[in-house]
């Protein structure tokens, strides 16, 4: 079974803080993706990553950072967290071929 | 712009019965489509695939119809219990040079009343 795990499932940070979310998947998954859920906006991508080292810009990337030191983790940063950041976010991982993305349980992030 | 289009925000539906849920798409190079199901504080779990080469998959309950010239697909739940009850989103795939790139609609809330 693909686990993909996130580091925390519920996070309150204050306006202007660095605020990071962790992610990591047990399958050697080469693609790794960053979503935010919010009502009625669906899932949106944030980045995603086809190799370590390696990111590109979803539909979203603008005040989110990426990295992808080793192939199991990516991490998602919030350089100076905003309120309209708040939402769910979701990691997921996927290989090439299916297409399939497994999704983690998600961190719901709250900026006040 | 939206490419994946779930128009209907909610579908309620009695148990036992048929659940229909449509996605629209404008995109005509996605070449693969699926259909994830999310229940609240919980991440998205896949739930049936369907190629563009095929018009019709089916695994258990779960049935996916796909009309490609009509860029439509739809997701057929029969007979539907209370425990479908649920957020779908509808994804597509972009065509060749994609990779695993995922394209998801805004979802629709079903309800299954028993």
């Known amino acids: 079974d693909v686990k993909v795990t996130q580091s925390s499932r519920y996070l309150v940070k204050r306006t202007g803080e660095k605020v990071f979310l962790e992610c990591v998947q047990d399958?050697?998954?080469?693609?790794m993706f960053w979503y935010r859920q919010d009502p009625g906006l669906g899932l949106r991508l944030i980045y995603f990553s086809y190799d370590v080292k390696m990111k590109e810009k979803g539909d979203i990337p603008e005040g989110y950072s990426v990295s992808r030191e080793k192939k199991e983790r990516f991490s998602l940063i919030l350089e100076s967290a905003s309120t309209n950041q708040t939402s769910m976010y979701l990691c997921?991982?996927?290989?090439?071929?299916?297409?399939?993305?497994?999704f983690g349980p998600g961190t719901r992030l709250t900026v006040t | 712009d939206q490419q994946v289009k779930q128009n209907s925000p909610s579908l309620s539906v009695q148990e036992g019965r048929i659940s229909i849920l449509n996605c629209d798409y404008t995109?005509?190079?996605?070449?693969?489509f699926l259909w994830y199901k999310k229940y609240p504080a919980e991440g998205p779990t896949f739930l049936i695939s369907?190629?563009?080469?095929?018009d019709k998959n089916e695994d258990g309950r779960f049935t996916v119809f796909l009309n490609k010239s009509a860029k439509h697909l739809s997701l057929h739940i029969v007979p539907s219990q209370p425990g479908d009850s649920a957020v779908y989103f509808c994804a597509a795939r972009g065509g060749p040079g994609a990779n695993s790139k995922l394209t998801f609609g805004k979802g629709i809330t079903l309800s299954v009343r028993p």
């Open positions: 997921a991982s996927s290989l090439p071929v299916p297409y399939e993305q497994y």
């Open positions: 399958m050697d998954h080469e693609n």
């Open positions: 369907i190629s563009s080469i095929k």
């Open positions: 995109n005509s190079m996605f070449d693969y």
